[in-house]
């Protein structure tokens, strides 16, 4: 398995562009969520899925969107960059039986927004 | 709402030494208690998992312990390596919804 892939590794965007991150997991897990990690704020949730087709917001949502059509995939949309949004991304994934939802994480994605 | 705190952010230890690092957390009504390890540059990495039932695990030299009355874990490491030096984040899961809530970390240097 490869677990928890995301894709680009850096990227560097100019403010008003739009992209979009990629997260892919090949475990068959139920759960995937976003999270964003700046220096002295620690990880923040941004969006989360429970599965196929359902997805919710998380604790930093705005200037984000995501949805979730198959159980693998679970991409992450900057809509207009803004420098703010400047941070390293990881996905995580976990499932709901056996292990009781221990997440894995992927490498990360490290934006830059100038 | 669910909060992390670790204490201390930042702690050096000569190699050999036991060390003890804290997770608090202010709801106790959570699933299960992650510690991941973090090294400069790059993802996270799961250390231990500790259900809500359950009081501590153990993995090689580490062991993780859960007070979940108190609002507590504690990660504890034996006999410390230069290897160990990285950044060590608690995680609580409060819901069975797959959202993690991490405390800020504590950056343990370990000299040689």
């Known amino acids: 398995n490869a677990g928890v892939t995301q894709t680009p590794k850096f990227q560097v965007l100019k403010t008003g562009q739009s992209m979009t991150l990629q997260c892919a997991q090949d475990?068959?897990?139920?759960?995937m969520s976003w999270y964003r990690q700046d220096p002295g704020m620690g990880l923040r949730l941004i969006h989360y899925?429970?599965?196929?087709?359902?997805?919710d917001q998380g604790e930093v949502p705005n200037g984000y969107n995501v949805s979730r059509s198959t159980t693998e995939d679970f991409p992450l949309r900057l809509l207009s960059a803004a420098p703010s949004q400047t941070s390293v991304y990881f996905c995580?994934?976990?499932?709901?039986?056996?292990?009781?939802?221990?997440?894995?994480f992927g490498p990360g994605t490290r934006l830059t927004v100038t | 709402k669910q909060e992390v705190t670790q204490i201390p952010a930042a702690l050096s230890v000569p190699e050999g030494e036991n060390l003890v690092l804290n997770c608090s957390f202010t709801?106790?009504?959570?699933?299960?208690l992650q510690w991941f390890r973090q090294d400069p540059g790059k993802g996270l990495t799961s250390l231990l998992l500790?259900?809500?039932?359950?009081r501590e695990q153990t993995s090689g030299r580490l062991n993780a312990s859960l007070d979940k009355s108190s609002g507590r874990s504690t990660l504890y490491i034996a006999a410390s390596q230069p290897g160990d030096s990285a950044t060590y984040l608690c995680?609580?899961?409060?819901?069975?919804?797959?959202?993690?809530?991490f405390g800020q970390g504590t950056t343990l240097q370990v000299k040689p």
């Open positions: 995580a994934s976990s499932y709901s039986s056996g292990r009781a939802y221990e997440q894995y």
């Open positions: 995680a609580v899961l409060s819901g069975n919804t797959g959202k993690l809530i």
């Open positions: 475990m068959n897990h139920e759960y």
């Open positions: 899925s429970v599965g196929a087709g359902i997805t």
């Open positions: 500790i259900q809500s039932s359950q």
């Open positions: 709801d106790s009504a959570i699933y299960n």
